[in-house]
């Protein structure tokens, strides 16, 4: 064993992993994606145009939902209609707002630019090392397109062409007025929304507009360009009056910045240092290069000081047509499963883009809470806006009682994995607390086992929003994230030295009933309930993941029931499943310490659920049977968690011990990671060969104990850790 400062082997980061296209995508959802978390952008077309749909994360119609104002809008109502079988009430009180074509995200119009002399599309490139697309004509003309890494513009340049010119679009939001409601993926055209025709501007070298939205709202897209030795470049800026008063003049600014200084180098360190962060390289290389695009992805959509990701980030669809699922916040598992990877990933500062949005909106969720449930404490919107308020929809979810509680569970993440007392006490036990608070109110009921229960409880989305969907006693969705969050707030109050919380959380959790199991040992959805049939959402089995309250270290009966549940999922079948359905998968077999059926799981959603750019787009497109579900609506998720589950088969350290390749397949004989995050604020990097791990470094970020389970002898090992000190580990210490 060896101690040095910050040394960590010398292995080669792998190849680019980028995308080539010899064939121009001519859909947006096939484009390239560039973003900044602030900007976004998709560059596709076949060069006449070459089309670049242009985004905004701050671009909302946020006009409320005039329902959920209304004093029937109570939890004591729903329940006394649910009672009742006032299903038609609920219907329209709950769930047909969300048909209508706002609130929504909104898109930011579209640049095309026209390359003289008669392009014919050669090939077109995006590089994930610097976050640059290009394509190239047979004429000899080529063009670059990227967004700024740190700055809100985005940079186009073309050269070899005999010309070039630019045009601005902007959306089509007026004219068109909404038709009736009906549930759909997409709530229609973007003309439903009936916003007044832009204000465009133009002269020789800059064209602009400016959209006004709802309720005030404005923003301002500025897009200016000049020729100099041939070469011609352009820039482009959205800003919005979230930002300034005068967006406009804001946008001009940016763009004239932009094109008075050439220099890529801040882009550039950007993405190298973003790059030279974290990095895994494995023998299955289709898993490999969707682990890179996953990553890039995440990189571009998600930035401390943006809002944090939507179902489809910063790429919004242009076509049109309003977003799927209108673009916005669904917190039942799509934002969740996007911020996964960021904590073993080595990402926490891009993660904090989450953290931040939720700890800045809890006024507006504890309102709701007071409102809507009349209790104390806070819970969260299930759909949400980009202030977090509730836009409605299947009302089993969107008003469900535990919301709260899985957001929560990224706070206790955050603390674990960089071991920040400052964010426990001042954010993450707060956070905790207020959800913890209100849970204890809304369990105050009791079963005929004068247990704690929920009046009403789901599990996302079993049975969808039919009546059933509401189960007669508490679900194991619910029960996972309520018994979690107890205590996790108790192991919180310790940390603080709280020792009155601490007693307090887990006497409340003590109230609370078990898990229920089948003969099999099975998770259940809910008591006497077993999974019906094959479905998309592994609700009933949070307990084994993420929250970790059935691990298999735990001994024989919790493997038990982490083997019958995963069995139940291959018995039932994944006809139901959607592409993020194979990523959690991939995440829950490498908990059971299953490699083969976790590769197995990421391979599918790689070659059949993601188009040829590698978003995830719901939908089966191999035409192989894996799902009957064929349809193709681009969201994140899937993306998110997919590299999340690659970084669980390498890393695992949620038990307080760090494990080295603890899931991997057999067949990967080599393999290597570097800097991968472990719980305690460890940066973990390790390298296996010839089916034998040969070394691990271990970097403590802020000290302690470190505890590894011997890749060489399976033996537990401790080490006492100084913030800075690096361990290398060749063998077992003698």
């Not at 995508?25 to 060069?47: I, K, Q, R, S, Y």
């Not at 290069?289 to 990553?295: G, M, P, Y």
């Not at 904090?352 to 504890?366: F, G, H, K, M, V």
């Not at 409880?457 to 969050?485: G, V």
Request: glycine share 8%; charged share 25%; proline share 6%.
């Amino acid at each position: 064993m060896m101690y040095s400062a910050f040394v960590f082997m010398v292995l080669a980061a792998p190849a680019d992993g980028g995308l080539h296209f010899d064939k121009p995508a001519m859909v947006w959802d096939e484009a390239f994606p560039l973003g900044n978390g602030n900007l976004g952008a998709l560059v596709w077309g076949d060069g006449n145009p070459v089309k670049i749909s242009l985004d905004r994360t701050d671009l909302w119609d946020l006009r409320p939902v005039p329902e959920f104002h209304l004093s029937d809008y109570s939890y004591a109502r729903m329940r006394e209609w649910e009672k009742a079988g006032e299903i038609k009430k609920l219907l329209d009180m709950y769930d047909r707002p969300y048909e209508r074509p706002a609130p929504t995200k909104i898109p930011a119009g579209r640049i095309e630019l026209a390359i003289g002399g008669a392009p014919v599309f050669q090939s077109a490139d995006l590089s994930l090392d610097d976050a640059t697309a290009a394509m190239a004509f047979r004429n000899g003309a080529q063009a670059r397109v990227w967004i700024h890494a740190t700055q809100c513009v985005g940079v186009i340049e073309a050269d070899g062409a005999q010309s070039v010119s630019a045009k601005l679009v902007a959306p089509a939001f007026g004219g068109k007025e909404a038709g009736p409601s009906k549930p759909a993926i997409v709530a229609g055209e973007l003309a439903q929304l009936g916003y007044p025709n832009p204000v465009c501007t133009s002269g020789e070298t800059w064209s602009a507009y400016e959209q006004e939205g709802w309720g005030g709202f404005r923003f301002a897209v500025y897009l200016a360009w000049k020729t100099e030795a041939g070469a011609w470049r352009g820039a482009w800026s959205v800003v919005s009056n979230r930002e300034t008063a005068e967006p406009l003049q804001q946008a001009k600014s940016n763009v004239e910045r932009a094109l008075a200084d050439a220099s890529r180098s801040a882009h550039e360190d950007w993405w190298k240092a973003y790059w030279e962060k974290t990095w895994i390289t494995v023998p299955n290389k289709t898993i490999e290069r969707q682990w890179r695009l996953d990553t890039y992805k995440f990189g571009a959509a998600s930035r401390r000081g943006s809002p944090p990701i939507t179902l489809q980030g910063p790429w919004t669809a242009d076509d049109g047509k309003l977003p799927p699922w209108k673009g916005d916040y669904h917190h039942d598992l799509n934002t969740q499963l996007s911020y996964w990877p960021c904590y073993s990933g080595n990402r926490l500062d891009e993660g904090l883009s989450y953290l931040d949005w939720l700890w800045e909106t809890r006024d507006n969720c504890r309102e709701w809470t007071r409102r809507f449930f009349g209790m104390p404490g806070m819970n969260v919107p299930m759909t949400a806006d980009l202030n977090n308020n509730q836009i409605g929809g299947w009302r089993q979810y969107t008003h469900s009682s535990t919301t709260g509680a899985w957001l929560a569970h990224h706070f206790y993440l955050h603390w674990k994995f960089s071991a920040d007392r400052e964010f426990l006490e001042h954010r993450a036990y707060p956070y905790l607390h207020d959800c913890a608070t209100f849970l204890e109110a809304v369990t105050n009921e009791r079963d005929a086992k004068g247990k704690r229960t929920l009046p009403l409880s789901s599990s996302p989305e079993i049975n969808d929003n039919r009546p059933n969907a509401w189960f007669p006693s508490i679900t194991n969705y619910d029960l996972a994230l309520i018994r979690w969050l107890f205590t996790a707030s108790a192991e919180m109050a310790d940390a603080l030295d709280k020792k009155d919380d601490a007693a307090h959380w887990r006497a409340v959790c003590a109230e609370m009933p078990e898990l229920s199991l089948g003969e099999d040992g099975r998770l259940l959805v809910a008591k006497d309930y077993p999974l019906p049939e094959s479905h998309r959402h592994f609700s009933h089995l949070m307990a084994i993941h993420p929250l970790g309250l059935i691990d298999r270290s735990q001994g024989a009966e919790a493997e038990r029931t982490i083997r019958a549940s995963l069995d139940e999922l291959d018995r039932l079948g994944s006809k139901h499943w959607c592409g993020y359905s194979f990523a959690w998968l991939a995440n829950l077999a490498a908990r059971a310490g299953d490699g083969a059926k976790a590769e197995k799981a990421l391979e599918t959603f790689a070659t059949a659920f993601v188009l040829r750019n590698g978003f995830h787009c719901n939908g089966d497109q191999s035409g192989k049977g894996y799902s009957n579900f064929t349809y193709r609506p681009f969201t994140l998720e899937g993306n998110f968690a997919a590299a999340a589950g690659l970084q669980e088969m390498l890393l695992q350290s949620h038990t307080g011990i760090i494990e080295v390749f603890p899931s991997i397949p057999e067949t990967w004989r080599d393999a290597a990671f570097h800097a991968l995050r472990a719980q305690g604020a460890f940066l973990v990097s390790a390298e296996r060969s010839d089916g034998k791990t040969r070394r691990v470094e271990i970097v403590a970020e802020r000290g302690g104990t470190c505890r590894l389970r011997s890749p060489f002898s399976g033996r537990m090992l401790e080490f006492a850790m100084t913030p800075g000190q690096s361990i290398t580990i060749e063998n077992d210490p003698a």
